[in-house]
């Protein structure tokens, strides 16, 4: 079991740069492959971003490709996400999560997640 607790989030201007962090407990956080999911208001949850156990292999969602950059260090047992350019349409909670499946992009395959973020992009 992981619990998985998120920070970073805050108050950006359009075309600012956040970096999210989520600290895993646990000595099995490099079991876990991660992800970024967020959620605004009034929308479903919605897939931003994942990585592979080790960090080799990531995969983002076409609205933030070129933008974020998810990595993680399983030494700190922390992942990140480094997210640039922002917009407005990136305002959301954010939230990572942890799967013992192969990274995917798919929330419901996900075991573990934290309690989430605010990320607000003003415009």
């Known amino acids: 079991q992981v619990q998985l607790v998120e920070s970073g989030g805050g108050l950006v201007q359009t075309g600012g740069s956040l970096r999210l962090s989520c600290a895993g407990s646990?000595?099995?956080?490099?079991?876990?492959?991660m992800g970024w999911f967020r959620q605004a208001p009034g929308k479903e949850r919605e897939f931003v971003a994942t990585?592979?156990?080790?960090?080799?292999?990531?995969d983002y969602a076409d609205s933030v490709k070129g933008r974020f950059t998810i990595s993680r260090d399983n030494a700190k047992n922390t992942l990140y996400l480094q997210m640039n350019s922002l917009k407005h349409e990136d305002t959301a909670v954010y939230y990572c999560?942890?799967?013992?499946?192969?990274?995917?992009?798919?929330?419901?395959?996900?075991?573990?997640w934290g309690q989430g973020t605010q990320v607000t992009v003003s415009s």
């Open positions: 999560a942890a799967t013992r499946l192969f990274y995917t992009a798919k929330s419901d395959l996900y075991d573990y």
């Open positions: 646990g000595r099995t956080f490099s079991s876990y492959a």
């Open positions: 990585i592979d156990r080790i960090g080799g292999i990531t």
